[in-house]
């Protein structure tokens, strides 16, 4: 690490002290900015500087990059804060954001380097690599004084799920709470109890399987009117667009959970004795878990999907596919980006429940046991 931290040192105090195209120093600028700011920045600098040199062995520069990280963050927000709209009029504030860059670059590579056992670092990486792109959205952004229609800043958007949050949540209620999760719900369950039936009678495999084959190939702007109209404007219409998208993953992956177990144990659990509903559930169905959390965690992204899509072609006053198409015809994309944000963060811990329910019930699986070691 310690050439990245060099480059990082070099380009920081570059930032700090380049001259501008019309005249002057980049210090005009960075005046603008508190002095505990500025001094954070430099001594950020020179942390950088001690990390590319005598403290730069990988016990102590991964934190230093840290470190450095957490000092020279602030000014950058301070000065595009001060100055909106700065743009190419301070080259020195985007090579400064440069060198912070590869700091954060190799803070994150060392925080993934980490033992996850040891220090219960799983999440820091990732955490760190998100915040930090909001950070360079945020001064790229209000830097160039991107326009609010074309792409808000995080805290203008964060600003609309502070003020907006009664409203936002019952758009989550509406969406997420009743149709995502009973659609999800039921098409696991259909897809699930069809795939067993497809297992216990053969013939059904070559009946059964290319129709719904062919239903999953049906695009959702085509499936969403018809359910409005069957099922009518509230959420069990969306909830049927769901049970269609999530239906046909999860019968091909307990399909092929079910053909998973090897010969050699089938053939053991015919020599014990043991009839279909046996080997069933004491060795088809534990090899397949693998495979039905797989279906599980592909729905959890879909059914969400779908039930945002099938909002636009009618539902009541409340929802989270409603919101998007309202806020957007009223130039409000700060909403709309706040209604993204909510189901952005609400599929993603969807998803993160399934996936540790999964580590709880397949911690026998090869997979986790290599990733522990």
Not at 36 to 42: E, I, N, P, S
Not at 197 to 226: C, E, M
Request: glycine residues 12%; contains cysteine; charged residues 10%.
């Amino acid at each position: 690490m310690r050439p990245l931290a060099a480059l990082a040192a070099v380009l920081m105090l570059a930032g700090l002290s380049l001259p501008n195209p019309g005249g002057g120093s980049s210090l005009e600028f960075w005046i603008l900015v508190p002095p505990y700011a500025f001094g954070g920045a430099l001594a950020g600098a020179v942390i950088l500087a001690l990390a590319a040199g005598p403290l730069g062995h990988r016990r102590w520069a991964g934190v230093l990059l840290l470190a450095g990280l957490a000092l020279g963050a602030s000014a950058p927000l301070f000065l595009v804060c001060a100055k909106p709209g700065l743009g190419l009029a301070c080259p020195g504030l985007w090579i400064y954001l440069a060198g912070l860059t590869l700091v954060a670059w190799g803070a994150i590579e060392f925080l993934a380097g980490l033992d996850v056992v040891r220090w219960g670092s799983g999440l820091a990486a990732p955490i760190l690599f998100g915040v930090w792109m909001l950070y360079l959205w945020e001064v790229g952004v209000v830097g160039f004084g991107v326009p609010q229609v074309l792409l808000p800043a995080p805290h203008q958007i964060g600003f609309q799920l502070v003020h907006q949050a009664s409203i936002l949540w019952g758009d989550f209620r509406q969406t997420f709470l009743r149709a995502v999760l009973a659609g999800w719900a039921a098409g696991c369950g259909l897809g699930f109890l069809v795939a067993m039936a497809i297992d216990r009678i053969p013939f059904l495999q070559r009946g059964l399987l290319p129709l719904s084959n062919l239903a999953s190939a049906v695009p959702i702007v085509g499936i969403a009117p018809i359910m409005v109209m069957w099922f009518g404007f509230d959420w069990q219409s969306k909830a049927a667009v769901v049970v269609v998208m999530t239906f046909f993953p999860m019968l091909v992956n307990v399909i092929a959970g079910l053909a998973a177990s090897d010969s050699m144990s089938r053939d053991l659990m015919r020599s014990y004795g043991a009839g279909y509903w046996q080997a069933f559930l004491k060795l088809r169905l534990p090899a397949a878990l693998p495979f039905v959390f797989n279906g599980l965690k592909i729905n959890s992204t879909l059914a969400l999907i779908g039930a945002i899509v099938a909002e636009f072609f009618g539902s009541p006053i409340s929802g989270m596919g409603f919101r998007i198409s309202v806020e957007v015809a009223r130039m409000n994309v700060d909403v709309v980006w706040a209604t993204i944000a909510v189901a952005a963060l609400a599929g993603s811990l969807f998803y993160l429940l399934i996936a540790m329910v999964e580590r709880g019930l397949t911690f026998w699986h090869p997979s986790y046991r290599r990733a522990s070691r």
